[in-house]
């Protein structure tokens, strides 16, 4: 190896040869393997080194390149027409002077730089080649091509340090020879300033008028916002007439209950508040269609703009509940009964979760009760029990899909209960809402939620969910007169139920009138029949057509045999005119607590009534029957009467609010004395029921009811996020905006307090009826549900 001063280290090995060097030819190879591998190594990464520093001026030139023809570009555009003619040639001699004298400036500098590119790259190539050749037996590497790489790095820094210094602070400082390179940068500057100095006297003019137009404009809108700013200071206070008119339209539920109807409590809150009437302001748009007590919302709502008060929620509601996003909403129905327990209560909950779970915005939930084994073989028929939630799901399933036309896409969940044979009803055992997660609590479908929340001792339903709607099946208050005492139990379980339905429900969806008038609440049926009634219907009616005969049999009467269910009005009926109806014979079907009260009582009064145990109104041996019926007025809505209507029968029942959704089907045969009962009777014997029209059979449809669910319950507005009527959006926001405390939501809130601690005592609870041990689960559920104890779920520390 040789070292030399005057010019960077040059390394020779040699191969071949003698046997000096690294120990002979093994060793000349094994130290050139080393030494190529080596140079390789440092070549590659120069070579990287000279790529990046090729890109990183590329970079800095289309850069400067950019700037550059943006500054022309911005300086020719800013140029407005001259208003002088003295001025009219400034534009175009200085778009010549652009074109003629820095356009070829530019081209000449991108020449000169991509030829300086090319040199560089020629020179650092060049110092890769090798220099000399020592025969076939002694090769060269010349190392001499790191000087060329040195040099290219210093000249490239260097031109690059130029060319910032002078394209971005515009000063001449570079070498001689590159003087020229750089004229162009200073004859734009000169050249800018020229035109800037020219086009001024053109521009002073147009300035002046934008520059005072928008000062005029500035002003105004100081103006327009000093006079808001006062007219808000000078919204005068609330009056105590006013104040007590508030008072007095937020105590209507309370005032109701004292006897004080809403008519009398509006005409007094009109009186009070128009004694000292305020004008909002000139503007009298939002008025147009207001009545009085919009009027004096958007007076309240006037006054609290005017001092900054913005309202939260409320006091009683949680802040964290479920945050509506661009998903599918969720929608849980919650009930108080299920399969296999032939009721109302576990029937059309299910047609309705799987009816909604067509829909695209929503996912479904049905909650249903549990029973223990013990509780199954009370309420199940023919001893019917299920070994875990999941057997039961699946024969609901089962059930369901035989009677649907198409695939149901819900989930079902169990929460836990038990029955109770006093009131023969399922009670919901602890929190009925923590079985249904925070994440899908959107919007709760409550089941008859009177007798959901009766002991109801957990979470308030308005607070875990943003809507909460309840649909009442039951009229208990006609129930409970039956029973002892029942005048008074009545009224108490009256109150009960306005209580809890107004703590805990946004609105209450009536079947009927016949139900008692809850707050919150709105009359209409919501309930279809299974789709499997009206095939029978439309079978019925071509075998008709076909002349072949569509009934065979007479008349009967289907229900639950327990005397409350219309058995003592057609005992009643039947021995009154026994002697009207000779001849006539009813054959009826039903199980229950009552069988054998009820068929001793017919005997003894030697009443032409066949009695048999209770089937599916779709089995095959009911379709033959001409007349159904049904002198119940304990019902709501009787869903017998409704799917006997389905498949084209007659139904014989009384004028009541229960059946009003009926009358309209020419079908349907009503009487309200036992007179017309015998009429009606021989009139439908005698003749033949009316084919149903397609309209008519489509209002019985569930899909016609889930329409029906939907408008009336507010669903489509919730699930379209339409909170305010057509029409009424500005007058709702601006009260939305400014809202006062709500009176009737803090009555509410305490409402559902006051419930809650009652609940909590056991004592309290046992003496209202409540099955002992119900206001948390048991043991036996943990075990059936996989549920830890309620004392994991819930503990109470320090008591």
């Not at 339905?501 to 049926?525: F, G, H, M």
Request: net charge negative; charged share 25%; glycine share 8%.
């Amino acid at each position: 190896m040789e070292a030399r001063a005057s010019r960077p280290p040059s390394f020779s090995v040699s191969v071949g040869g003698g046997g000096g060097g690294f120990g002979g030819a093994r060793g000349d190879d094994s130290a050139f393997s080393f030494l190529s591998k080596g140079w390789r190594e440092v070549r590659d990464s120069a070579t990287a080194d000279l790529r990046l520093m090729r890109a990183r001026a590329d970079s800095l030139r289309t850069l400067a390149d950019r700037e550059l023809e943006h500054l022309l570009a911005s300086a020719s555009a800013s140029a407005p027409p001259p208003p002088q003619p003295l001025a009219a040639g400034a534009p175009i001699a200085e778009l010549e002077f652009v074109r003629t004298r820095i356009q070829p400036k530019i081209s000449e500098l991108r020449r000169r730089y991509a030829s300086h590119e090319r040199d560089l790259g020629r020179r650092v190539l060049e110092g890769w080649a090798p220099r000399g050749a020592g025969g076939p037996a002694r090769a060269r590497v010349d190392l001499s091509g790191i000087t060329a790489i040195r040099n290219a790095i210093v000249s490239e820094a260097g031109v690059g340090e130029r060319w910032r210094r002078a394209a971005w602070s515009g000063e001449a400082e570079a070498e001689a020879e590159e003087g020229k390179e750089w004229e162009v940068v200073r004859m734009i500057r000169d050249g800018i300033k020229e035109f800037e100095r020219r086009s001024q006297t053109s521009e002073i003019f147009e300035g002046l008028r934008s520059t005072g137009e928008l000062v005029e404009k500035f002003k105004s809108s100081l103006k327009s916002f000093n006079m808001e700013s006062q007219e808000s200071k000078e919204v005068p206070p609330l009056d105590v007439t006013e104040i007590l008119a508030n008072l007095v339209r937020q105590s209507e539920p309370f005032l109701d209950q004292l006897g004080i109807r809403k008519d009398q409590c509006d005409r007094l809150v009109e009186a009070l508040y128009r004694k000292q009437n305020h004008s909002l302001s000139e503007d009298t748009s939002l008025l147009e269609n207001a009545n009085s007590s919009d009027e004096l919302d958007l007076r309240i709502a006037s006054v609290l703009q005017s001092t900054g008060y913005r309202a939260d929620d409320g006091f009683w509601s949680e802040p964290a509940k479920y945050e509506v996003s661009d998903n599918k909403r969720h929608v849980a129905i919650v009930t108080t009964a299920s399969l296999p327990w032939m009721t109302g209560t576990a029937v059309n909950p299910l047609f309705r979760a799987a009816y909604l779970a067509k829909g695209t915005k929503q996912d479904v939930t049905l909650v249903v009760p549990w029973l223990c084994k013990s509780d199954q073989e009370l309420v199940y028929p023919n001893s019917m029990t299920f070994s875990s939630p999941e057997e039961q799901e699946t024969y609901i399933r089962n059930w369901l899909e035989e009677r649907l036309g198409f695939e149901s896409n819900f989930k079902i969940s169990f929460y836990p209960g038990k029955f109770s044979k006093e009131r023969r009803s399922i009670i919901p055992a602890g929190d009925t809402s923590q079985f249904i997660p925070s994440r899908e609590a959107d919007i709760a479908i409550l089941e008859e939620p009177e007798h959901l929340n009766w002991y109801h001792h957990g979470k308030r339903w308005t607070d875990k969910f943003n809507h909460v709607v309840g649909v009442v099946h039951t009229n208990y208050l006609e129930y409970i007169k039956r029973e002892k005492n029942g005048a008074l139990q009545a009224f108490l379980v009256k109150h009960i139920n306005n209580w809890v339905t107004r703590a805990y429900c946004d609105k209450v969806l009536r079947l009927s009138a016949a139900t008692q008038d809850l707050p919150k609440s709105i009359v209409c049926n919501v309930h279809g029949v299974n789709p499997k009634f009206l095939k029978i219907g439309e079978k019925i009616t071509a075998d008709r057509e076909s002349g072949e005969p569509s009934f065979s049999k007479g008349a009967y009467f289907l229900g639950k045999m327990v005397w409350a269910k219309g058995y003592r009005e057609l005992i009643d009926l039947m021995a009154k005119h026994k002697s009207d109806l000779e001849g006539f014979k009813l054959d009826v079907y039903g199980s229950g607590e009552d069988s054998q009260e009820v068929q001793s009582t017919a005997r003894k009064l030697d009443l032409s009534l066949n009695f048999f145990k209770g089937r599916d109104h779709a089995d095959n041996s009911l379709h033959g029957y001409k007349v159904f019926i049904n002198p119940s007025i304990s019902d709501v809505l009787c869903t017998a009467t409704a799917e006997a209507l389905a498949m084209g029968k007659f139904v014989i029942c009384a004028e009541h609010p229960s059946n009003e959704f009926f009358m309209s089907f020419p079908n349907c045969l009503t009487y309200k004395t036992s007179e017309e009962f015998v009429a009606r009777v021989k009139e439908a014997m005698d003749r033949e029921p009316q084919p149903l029209t397609p309209e008519q059979r489509y209002n019985l449809s569930w899909e016609a009811a889930t329409e029906r669910f939907m408008e009336y319950s507010d669903l489509d507005k919730v699930l379209n996020n339409e909170v305010v009527q057509p029409g009424q959006a500005g007058t709702r926001n601006k009260m939305r905006r400014t809202s006062q405390p709500n009176l009737s939501d803090i009555m509410d809130g305490g409402l559902a307090l006051a419930h809650r601690c009652l609940t909590g005592s056991e004592v309290l609870r046992l003496a209202t009826g409540a099955i002992p041990g119900t206001r948390d689960y048991d043991k036996q559920h943990c075990v059936d549900m996989g549920l830890l104890p309620p004392q994991v779920q819930q503990p109470v520390y320090g008591w």
